[in-house]
């Protein structure tokens, strides 16, 4: 057939649709209609048994910010959440439950795991994502261990698909600077790669609310990708990326001095240097099969001090998987099987032998195979069986089964129900250890299971269109039971470190809400409400059956996003975000409140699209929200005055992690975009 | 063939608009030459559902497409293999790994891609538009109006 593309005489006639051969791009400018296009695909569920939320870049562009981390909190039911006032170490809640509970993937692959989380959060550029999948609730049946309580699938930009050039420059009113540029080359017909950069400085040291100590971490950071594309026969997939970050970030009294206070008794500050390298390739077998074979690596380095106490860490994690894709007749069949090995070693007791003289960092192998099958008996039925088996040295093997079905009665309504279970292996990384000193022995014990998750979830989706446009929506309510967690016991016998069963579990149950409407006039509106109870039940010291709220979770909360196209190319977006009462972290006696106000962060964003690039500019915050009592004792974070029964009677100790809500009050921002096609 | 036809149309309750199924278009279209309009959606393109519902409830649209034209109605993310008269295009699509068809691609570079998509292609094969985004009634009349003089 032709290939040749004609121009078509109609151009005059048509408003709404955008044509894109052979105009010259000034005629194409004239049509200051604007053009409804479905490429965003806010909220859009995969058409799979197990529900699958996805969202595209653009998504995230309506309200943007330099990092996936505080991105992801417009997702209903996903809540970035501060652990630490001065570091500003952070972890991603979904449904509630805490960031170890949420497995991160960058393209299908483990590779944002145990410790890269805690800073390696903020280390994932917005500009590297195409789109994020999100399942929410356990889903160890495809990924393995730690997808106990949600997943997030990051995936990056495909180098075939992207412009030549693009730049992103972006600043706000608190001078916090981001850069982001990627260059796009051929190598003759087949081969693309992509570079891309990423820089973000705040180097603007604040203290609004005069507590001493900086209201937001200093940050600098440098994030290089690079992605290659290769073009196969039969449109058959290879792709090899890498990608290495540093990051030093500093929070602490205004005075701090990195060169001079770091680990030093005079002034306290928090100080991180992380080293991070990725390594990520999949390659289709050239076979007639759907076969394929994907690797990564990393090596994460965390070089800190934490007022005195130094914490130095170093972990591995590579990862191996090879996977079968295979239709036969009503079957869409997945075999795989798998192999994650961490190392982990740090400079605290946790990680060395027996007689505390020499280093004894942990290695765990962790191979696995699974199996899916999603039957289609007809259109309208759809059931999906998945299963799993991993193997560890102290659990021995675990299983993972999944159940999941799908009925869809007509083009309105879906309905799916679904059973899954998740599953962490014990990981000697946590934060407590930098506290330690002194030789300890380290003791798992024998019979120790790994955490598991069992979660029961009905979504139901609702899709017509009418008039005025399409209306989605998308109910969950979900049950999901965890059991069983590990955790170091550090007091019982001050010469070791006890990995044991705790007896108690979680639980995190309720319901989520999202509306999209789309209107015919180029108006798009995103309303997402949560309302989610998780709570833990323990045996506490005199044997007594407690429930405690869990902590950083509000039982409500909610988000919004309105997107408006005018005519000559302006878009107007308004969201935000509000979280209901939340309990926080308190000291005996303490005078801070338990549970947090309600608040709504809301944020406006203007965009102007020229012909080659475009100028977008805000106000975040617009409410001005500021949470307040973020430190405890700030003017003696060395605990050097506590025992003073006059001025602290209830014996107050420096405190951090009492954070609800950003620091940063009312912000203007104002971006650049440019490309070259 | 008519029998074909007809159960095709019958088969399906999302078909209900006048579209025809790619297989037969290719048997049709010797015999009987027309322009050829091919409509692309995704199954999560929402502008594309009211596009449809545009379609459906235009009865003058509808019969135009349906005389006039030949409209195909293709799944730009279709697992299947997909003949265009006498050339074929392979999927790679699986019902867990999903991309744009290389159909789509022989009319678009993979940049542009934006659903709903639209090619227009005249009597003699040749490409003379191709659009995305929501094309409203009235202005598709118009376009079948002036493919049909050309």
């Known amino acids: ?677 | 063939m008519k029998t074909i036809n007809t159960l095709l149309f019958g088969l399906s309750s999302m078909f209900c608009f006048s579209q025809i199924d790619i297989t037969v278009f290719n048997h049709h279209y010797h015999k009987n030459k027309k322009a050829i309009m091919i409509y692309f959606y995704t199954d999560w393109c929402s502008i594309c559902k009211i596009q449809e519902n545009q379609l459906e409830r235009n009865f003058q649209l509808r019969d135009k497409l349906n005389k006039e034209v030949y409209f195909l109605k293709i799944d730009a993310e279709s697992c299947e293999e997909l003949t265009f008269l006498n050339h074929t295009y392979s999927s790679n699509n699986t019902t867990y790994r999903k991309n744009t068809h290389d159909f789509v691609y022989e009319f678009i570079h993979p940049k542009e891609v934006n659903f709903p998509l639209w090619v227009i292609i005249d009597k003699k094969i040749n490409v003379i538009g191709i659009y995305t985004g929501l094309i409203q009634s009235k202005e598709l009349i118009q376009i079948i109006n002036k493919i049909k003089k050309e």
Not at chain 1, 26 to 45: C, H
Not at chain 1, 203 to 230: A, G, H, M, P, Y
Not at chain 1, 233 to 254: F, H, M, Q
């Open chain 1, 1 to 677: 057939m032709n290939k040749l593309i004609l121009p078509i005489l109609l151009t005059s006639s048509l408003s709404h649709a955008q044509k894109i051969d052979s105009i010259p791009p000034q005629q194409n400018e004239n049509l200051n209609e604007v053009v409804l296009t479905g490429t965003m695909k806010p909220a859009s569920r995969k058409h799979t048994s197990i529900p699958v939320e996805v969202y595209t870049s653009k998504f995230f562009k309506t309200n943007p910010n330099p990092t996936l981390f505080e991105s992801i909190g417009m997702v209903n039911g996903i809540q970035p959440q501060i652990n630490c006032n001065v570091c500003a170490t952070g972890d991603i809640h979904v449904n509630g439950m805490e960031g170890p509970y949420t497995m991160i993937l960058i393209d299908g692959m483990p590779i944002v795991s145990a410790l890269s989380t805690v800073y390696g959060l903020n280390g994932i550029p917005s500009s590297l994502v195409d789109r994020i999948e999100v399942v929410k609730g356990p889903s160890s049946s495809l990924y393995g261990t730690e997808a106990m309580g949600g997943l997030i699938n990051i995936i990056t930009k495909d180098a075939s698909k992207v412009n030549k050039f693009h730049a992103d420059i972006y600043t706000t009113t608190w001078l916090e600077n981001n850069i982001d540029l990627t260059y796009k080359f051929n190598i003759k017909e087949k081969t693309s790669s992509l570079i891309g950069l990423n820089y973000y400085l705040f180097n603007n040291k604040q203290d609004k609310n005069r507590d001493n100590f900086t209201d937001v971490t200093l940050q600098e950071r440098l994030s290089i990708f690079n992605k290659w594309n290769f073009k196969r026969e039969e449109n058959k997939i290879a792709s090899l990326a890498t990608r290495y970050v540093y990051e030093d970030r500093w929070g602490g009294e205004i005075q701090y001095n990195k060169k001079i206070h770091r680990g030093s008794e005079e002034v306290y500050g928090e100080s991180i240097l992380t080293n991070r390298i990725e390594l990520i390739g999949l390659y289709q077998l050239p076979t007639v099969e759907h076969i394929y074979a994907q690797f990564s690596y990393n090596f994460h380095q965390q070089n800190s001090f934490y007022g005195t106490d130094s914490y130095q860490a170093k972990q591995q994690v590579v990862f191996g998987q090879l996977y079968w894709d295979k239709i036969f007749r009503k079957h869409s069949l997945l075999f795989g099987t798998t192999i994650r090995y961490t190392y982990y070693d740090d400079n605290t007791p946790g990680t060395l032998n027996q007689d505390g003289t020499k280093n004894n960092p942990m290695r765990t192998p962790l191979p696995g195979i699974f199996f899916q099958d999603e039957i289609t008996f007809n259109p309208k039925h759809k059931l999906l069986l998945g299963y799993r088996l991993d193997y560890d040295k102290y659990h021995k093997d675990i299983h993972s089964p999944r159940l999941a079905y799908k009925f869809t009665p007509n083009k309105f309504h879906t309905l799916r129900g679904s059973f899954g279970t998740g599953f962490r292996v014990v990981n000697l990384f946590t934060e407590d250890h930098a506290a330690l000193s002194g030789s300890r022995e380290v003791i798992i014990k024998n019979n120790l299971n790994p955490e598991k998750s069992y979660n029961v979830n009905i979504n139901y989706v609702f899709n017509n269109t009418y008039n005025f446009g399409n209306l989605n929506i998308d109910a969950t309510a979900f049950y999901t039971y965890f059991s069983n967690k590990i955790i170091g016991d550090f007091d019982s016998d001050p010469n070791s470190i006890i990995y044991d069963n705790l007896d108690g579990h979680a639980i995190s149950k309720g319901i989520s809400l999202n509306t999209d409407l789309i209107f015919k006039f180029p108006l798009k509106v995103n309303i997402g409400i949560s309302y989610i109870d998780v709570f833990r039940k323990e045996t506490d010291e005199n044997n007594q059956k407690i429930k405690a709220q869990q902590i950083h979770s509000p039982k409500w909360s909610g988000n919004f996003t309105f997107s408006y196209s005018m005519p000559k190319k302006w878009t107007l977006d308004l969201t935000g975000i509000w979280y209901g009462k939340m309990r926080l972290p308190i000291l005996p006696n303490d005078y801070r409140p338990e549970y947090s106000n309600p608040y709504l962060l809301t944020n406006i964003q203007i965009t102007k699209k020229f012909p080659k690039f475009e100028v977008y500019g805000g106000i975040k915050n617009l409410l001005n929200f500021i949470p307040d009592n973020p430190l405890m004792r700030p003017f003696d974070p060395f605990n050097k005055n506590i025992d003073d029964p006059i001025n602290n009677p209830y014996g107050y100790t420096f405190d951090t992690a009492y954070n609800y809500a950003p620091l940063q009050g009312i912000k203007g921002f104002i971006g650049f975009r440019y490309s070259i096609k």
